[in-house]
């Protein structure tokens, strides 16, 4: 919040002596509207402060121009949860549900960032909350507000006609309702979750209809419980690691053993294939194999329909439904997410299945995580990667894992009995199936308890032997040199409301792999809505905002019309926070519209979360701008083609448009250069003069003329100076390194190697190998053309099956894409002769290298190849990689 000439210290002065003694105020960053804490002791409990501000431009200094509307305490009774819009209206809009007893609040607002991060702080919030061992006392708010005291465990909470608020897009609670429609007879309006905004709901006659339907759908949320009833249903979840082997035996044991048969299926397995063509490709005739023995093994008394299958290298995950609820599933949806490097292995991470069942969101999660007992940190990093980044995009608005009314969380975990644990205490208690004297040793469990993993998830008792390791074929523990310790690697977790355990077991019968299926029987309430009552309530908001609409003009203000960001850096974003606020008295719809002749709203470089949206009355909605200079746009920039200015359009639906102008410095980097450009540059290219720059920039390209690389008369390097360095350091201390090329580096280091490139000749680069392994990737992943340049493209592809083809492309490439060529080749030849230390293979690097060397051209590419080059990604790649490793195997110079 910002204020002018000291207000906010004025203001935080006044608030804290009016405090009692031991308390006092700490103003934080919100990301949402700014929030207030109230430390006492050493706790600290949240509220919000609402009504801030009577007009958005005009800063309240004194005490009394504010009030307290409600307190809303953080504990175990507080729920927060994404809510879906009614079926029976289209919208665009995310519903978060904030409740604590007899408490709702529902916030409605446009998907993006803003929206994600609300979730994200609410969440993370209540997750503190939750890890308090004593219970919480609240009584101490009474001091602010006598009405409002919470004390836990208590049911008797203060409950008003506007204990229910929203947010339209917008990230602040509505203002206090007027005067002259308070005095409305409340035979009008008598329900109290209509009452409780009066104000929105009269002036909302001459918006979009869009604004309209936004009201009903928050009406309707909030009556959800009045018209759905809950429908018992039964679930299967199994899970198999397979260590690579066909179904060699049928799968009923482990599938049918139920005597009823359940409702769903969700079959997850891990290592379905472990050859290297599935690591590299995600290409198996597993999948299919599997896929028939489980619909073999389905159970005989039910009818079943494929919901979804998904696959990600080994891991496969299959969701069937019993033909009967068919018909009320829908938005379908499938996802999957690798933890190795770059985010192109996936040997480990994580694929799920999503779809929405009458009225209820179910999420299936099957993963396998890292492996061997000291890991367990990585196991958690997995597990935490997976829910940040799986997103379901094609649903809308986007879901993550969490936004789901239950999740149900299968696979080869990996967590393993404490390393100090005697391996023959082990299995002597096994023998005596003192499972619960075993499981005191449970990683899993430990790191459960410790809130670390697996939040809000539960299991059912464990009654059975561990489930890794044996010898295939048998049941015996695993008697291999490695000699392993037995474990409960696999697991079914789930999390959410109205979930029951049937049973929880392992299938010991099936003997195909060093690990045994497990398999959960689940009892589960979906939420059925009742179409006569629905109709009823639906018909009855209707009349009542009938009555209440009236027209108005929409307004708006921003804080800034201009934006600058300073310097920005290559592949470093910077972001800026808009501010729009509703000063009329109607709400508004608003959005980020296309220039004339332009194709999107702002240049490629520029984002903005979000870039619609919807305002209440006297709301205020904060938009994201972010700048990030990457592949796609950093040539332009540093050839002088566009620069970092563009001017937004804020249009309003019925109103009058505002124009934003964003600008910026962008500090030029040779990521992002073209080969030809940077082979002219003797010093680093922060040395070298923009216009300099520019002009090496515009003679590059699009022609490609081999042998003939520039107009400039002073002599050129053969290979990138920036390659060199990277390519010598690596020569220098990364061959004999294990795991190179495939354990990712660390960002803030390879920004690192970047500032030096651009700043420097430098003697040694910053950074891990790992690090500067990854660089070199990224820095030929970001060259303007590749090195085989995109008017190549297509003859290199048809020609990857014979040597001699290939190398016709390679004499026909311009001088320096050769020079750089023979460079990267001898390379990888000198890396595959230290293979024995630093375990790399052909398959691997190719696979790699040959993605960053042979890319497609875009889209608006002038030689227009694009066109009848094959978009089928496995056949793509397998050209690619088979013309790079021609190289690695015949000398080029034959």
């Known amino acids: 919040m910002s204020t002018a000439g000291g207000g906010m210290e004025s203001l935080i002065a006044n608030l804290q002596a009016q405090l009692p003694s031991g308390h006092r105020i700490v103003t934080i960053s919100f990301s949402l509207k700014h929030t207030f804490y109230y430390k006492r002791a050493s706790h600290f409990e949240l509220y919000s402060l609402t009504n801030f501000f009577k007009h958005w431009k005009q800063v309240l200094y004194r005490t009394d121009e504010f009030t307290l509307e409600r307190t809303i305490p953080l504990d175990t009774e507080f729920k927060c949860e994404i809510d879906t819009a009614s079926a029976n209206v289209v919208t665009t809009d995310v519903f978060l549900k904030l409740s604590r007893k007899k408490v709702h609040l529902l916030f409605e607002m446009l998907p993006g960032f803003k929206a994600n991060k609300f979730v994200d702080e609410v969440v993370k919030a209540t997750e503190v909350a939750n ?32 204990a229910t608020e929203t947010d339209s897009s917008s990230h602040n609670c509505h203002d206090a309702i007027p005067t002259h429609l308070n005095q409305k007879a409340d035979s009008e309006l008598s329900s109290p979750d209509v009452t409780a905004h009066r104000s929105s709901i009269a002036t909302g006659g001459a918006t979009p209809i869009a604004a309209r339907e936004s009201v009903v759908r928050y009406q309707m949320a909030l009556r959800e419980t009045a018209y759905t009833d809950l429908r018992q249903i039964s679930i299967f979840l199994g899970t198999y690691n397979v ?74 995950l299959i969701v069937f439904i019993n033909e009967k609820h068919w018909a009320y599933v829908r938005s379908v949806a499938s996802e999957f997410v690798g933890t190795g490097l770059m985010g192109k292995m996936g040997n480990k991470g994580g694929v799920a299945i999503r779809f929405d069942l009458h009225n209820s969101s179910l999420c299936f999660v099957n993963s396998h995580l890292a492996a061997h007992t000291e890991e367990v940190e990585r196991r958690n990093q997995d597990y935490l990667d997976i829910c940040n980044r799986l997103v379901f995009s094609t649903t809308f608005p986007t879901k993550s894992i969490k936004d789901h009314d239950q999740v149900f969380w299968i696979g080869d975990l990996n967590y393993r ?37 697996f939040i809000g998830y539960q299991e059912g008792p464990i009654q059975f032997r561990p489930s890794y390791k044996y010898d295939p074929g048998t049941d015996n523990w695993d008697t291999s040199e490695k000699n392993r310790a037995p474990a409960w690697c696999d697991r079914c977790l789930w999390k959410g409301d109205n979930v029951q355990v049937k049973d929880y077991r392992s299938h010991p019968g099936l003997r195909m792999s060093d690990h045994k299926p497990v398999s959960c029987f689940l009892d589960c309430g979906v939420k059925i809505i009742d179409t006569v009552r629905y109709r009823k309530i639906y018909e009855e908001v209707m009349k009542k905002l009938d009555k209440l609409e009236n027209e108005f003009l929409p307004q708006v203000s921003v804080d800034s019309t201009e934006i600058n960001f300073g310097t920005v850096s290559f592949n470093e974003g910077a972001t800026k926070v808009l501010t729009v606020a509703n000063t009329g008295q ?205 008017g190549m493209t297509q003859k290199a592809l048809d020609g990857c099956a014979a040597f001699a083809s290939c190398k016709s492309v390679y004499t026909s490439l311009p001088l320096s894409h050769q020079h750089v060529f023979k460079h990267i080749i001898s390379f990888l030849k000198e890396v595959l002769l230290h293979s024995s ?9 190719v ?37 790079i490793h021609h190289f690695l195997v015949n000398d080029l110079d034959d």
């Open 586 to 790: 109607v709400p508004v719809q608003y959005e980020f519209i296309k220039k004339h002749r332009d194709s999107k709203y702002c240049k490629p470089w520029l984002t903005c979360e979000p870039y619609t949206g919807f305002l209440m009355p006297g709301d205020n909605s904060y938009i994201t701008l972010e700048v990030l200079v990457d592949k796609r746009t950093a040539w332009s920039l540093n050839s002088g083609l566009d620069e970092l200015y563009d001017i937004l359009v804020l249009h309003l639906d019925g109103g009058k448009d505002i124009f934003i102008t964003v600008s910026g410095q962008y500090q030029k980097s040779c990521f992002g250069c073209s080969i030809e450009a940077l082979i002219q540059m003797h010093q680093p290219i922060s040395q070298v003069a923009p216009g300099t720059v520019c002009q090496y920039e515009k003679g590059a390209y699009p022609s490609v003329d081999p042998g003939n690389d520039s107009d400039s008369k002073q002599p050129v390097l053969a290979v990138p100076k920036e390659l060199w360095f990277i390519l010598d350091e690596l020569y220098r201390r990364g061959m004999d390194t294990p795991g190179l090329f495939e354990q990712p580096g660390l960002s803030s280091e390879i920004a690192a190697i970047r500032r030096t490139l651009d700043d420097s000749l430098p003697d040694t680069l910053p950074g891990s190998v790992h690090s500067v392994a990854e660089s070199l990737l990224i820095f030929l992943e970001t060259l303007k053309e590749p090195i085989i340049p995109f």
């Open 847 to 883: 696979a790699l290298f040959g993605s960053a060397m042979i890319r497609l051209p875009p889209p608006n590419y002038p030689l227009g190849s694009s066109n009848s080059l094959s978009l089928n990604q496995p056949h793509l790649d397998r050209k690619r990689t088979t013309f």
């Open 417 to 453: 009995l404490s390393g100090d644990l005697d391996l023959l205490r082990v299995k002597e208690l096994l023998d005596q199936s003192n499972y619960q004297a075993l499981l005191q040793y449970d990683q899993f469990r430990a790191q459960h308890a410790a809130r670390k993993i």
């Open 131 to 162: 890890k308090k061992r004593a219970p919480p006392n609240f009584s101490w708010l009474e001091v602010y507000n006598p009405q409002l005291v919470w004390e836990s465990g208590s049911d008797s909470e203060p409950v008003t006609s506007t």
């Open 243 to 316: 260590n690579g082997q066909p179904p060699t035996s049928g799968l009923a044991d482990w599938l049918s053993v139920d005597k009823d048969p359940p409702d769903i299926y969700a079959v997850g397995f891990q290592e379905l294939d472990l050859s290297k063509e599935a690591f590299l490709f995600n290409e198996t005739p597993r999948e299919d194999e599997w896929l028939r023995a489980v619909i073999r093994g389905l159970h005989p008394k039910g009818k079943y329909r494929k919901v979804k299958l998904v696959r990600l290298v080994g891991m496969m």
């Open 837 to 845: 230390k630093n375990g790399l293979d052909a398959k691997t690097l």
